[in-house]
């Protein structure tokens, strides 16, 4: 018969932790690829050479104020604010100048780009 405390134990062996690194660099270079970083909206906006001559037409300032919008100098409803517009050009790629007014957040003035845009103007010009 055999005896189990005659045989010698062997020593136990640690197990390697180099596997489970290699599989966790590789997770992370994974994910890294993955993942898209700083992939915010973007609002595209024309950007002349400063004092191009290419505008015509009436005037047409957007000023953008916290609460309300004015058009030259007139109060103008934000909804009636495209059909104001389109009565002032000639075309929908005719340029629009904006200008926020000192305390107006920036979320404001992207706001109502976003909203001409939508209307169809295309070229529009912000100024300080």
Do not use: H, W
């Not at 189990?4 to 660099?25: E, G, H, N, W, Y």
């Not at 000639?90 to 920036?106: C, F, H, M, N, Y």
Request: glycine share 8%; charged share 20%.
């Amino acid at each position: 018969m055999f005896s189990f405390a005659a045989t010698a134990r062997r020593p136990r062996r640690k197990p390697s932790l180099t596997p489970m690194i290699d599989v966790v660099f590789l997770l992370l270079v994974f994910f890294m690829l993955a993942s898209q970083f700083g992939r915010e909206p973007v609002v595209p906006l024309a950007l002349g050479g400063g004092g191009s001559a290419d505008y015509s037409g009436p005037p047409r300032l957007l000023e953008i104020a916290p609460d309300a919008v004015t058009l030259n100098g007139v109060a103008v409803p934000e909804a009636a604010l495209s059909a104001t517009l389109t009565e002032l050009t000639e075309a929908r790629s005719d340029t629009i100048v904006l200008r926020a007014t000192p305390g107006t957040r920036l979320q404001r003035l992207v706001d109502v780009a976003e909203a001409l845009r939508a209307a169809g103007f295309t070229t529009l010009a912000i100024v300080e």
